[in-house]
């Protein structure tokens, strides 16, 4: 057995605002997206249009979001409890200072930045459905 890749599908409550929030402040590009009525696939989101699910890439990061009903009706283990997680995403970026800047005030929860004992510099900021992304930059012994 021989796992491949790990891509976390977000149960979400608006596919398109929470792809507007990806694009928009973490430059992450839309793949594709799923009509909710027709099952369409569509590479760019179009007005009137209510998605179920769509795919996201920023360099070698994916994310999967999923509307949360679409995502209990397929992950029948799930429940509509609530939108979050009690897990971090951690990612690592080149940038941080430049991408922490731009998030301060469009963010609604926001760590400062500071650099680990494991040498990294780091922040954490919730998204528009309350999950928890953490950004790290190595920093290079001087």
């Given at each position: 057995?021989?796992?491949?890749?790990?891509?976390?599908?977000f149960?979400?409550?608006?596919?398109?605002?929470?792809?507007?929030?990806?694009?928009e402040?973490?430059?992450?590009?839309?793949?594709?997206?799923?009509?909710?009525?027709?099952?369409?696939?569509?590479?760019?989101?179009?007005?009137?249009?209510?998605?179920?699910?769509?795919?996201?890439?920023?360099?070698?990061?994916?994310?999967?979001?999923?509307?949360?009903?679409?995502?209990?009706?397929?992950?029948?283990?799930?429940s509509?409890d609530?939108?979050?997680?009690?897990?971090?995403?951690?990612?690592?970026?080149?940038?941080?200072?430049?991408?922490?800047?731009?998030?301060k005030g469009i963010?609604?929860?926001?760590?400062?930045l500071?650099?680990?004992?494991?040498?990294?510099k780091?922040?954490?900021?919730?998204?528009?459905?309350?999950?928890?992304?953490g950004?790290?930059?190595?920093?290079?012994?001087?």
């Amino acid at each position: 057995m021989k796992y491949n890749k790990l891509t976390p599908n977000f149960q979400v409550k608006n596919v398109a605002e929470t792809v507007r929030f990806y694009t928009e402040h973490l430059g992450f590009l839309l793949v594709a997206a799923v009509d909710s009525a027709s099952n369409e696939v569509d590479n760019e989101l179009k007005e009137g249009k209510v998605y179920a699910f769509a795919i996201m890439v920023r360099d070698g990061v994916e994310i999967m979001l999923q509307e949360l009903e679409s995502f209990v009706h397929d992950v029948e283990i799930s429940s509509i409890d609530t939108i979050g997680a009690s897990v971090s995403f951690y990612i690592e970026i080149e940038g941080i200072d430049e991408l922490h800047n731009s998030l301060k005030g469009i963010a609604s929860e926001i760590t400062s930045l500071k650099t680990t004992w494991y040498g990294a510099k780091e922040f954490y900021v919730k998204d528009n459905n309350n999950y928890i992304l953490g950004f790290s930059e190595k920093q290079h012994e001087k």
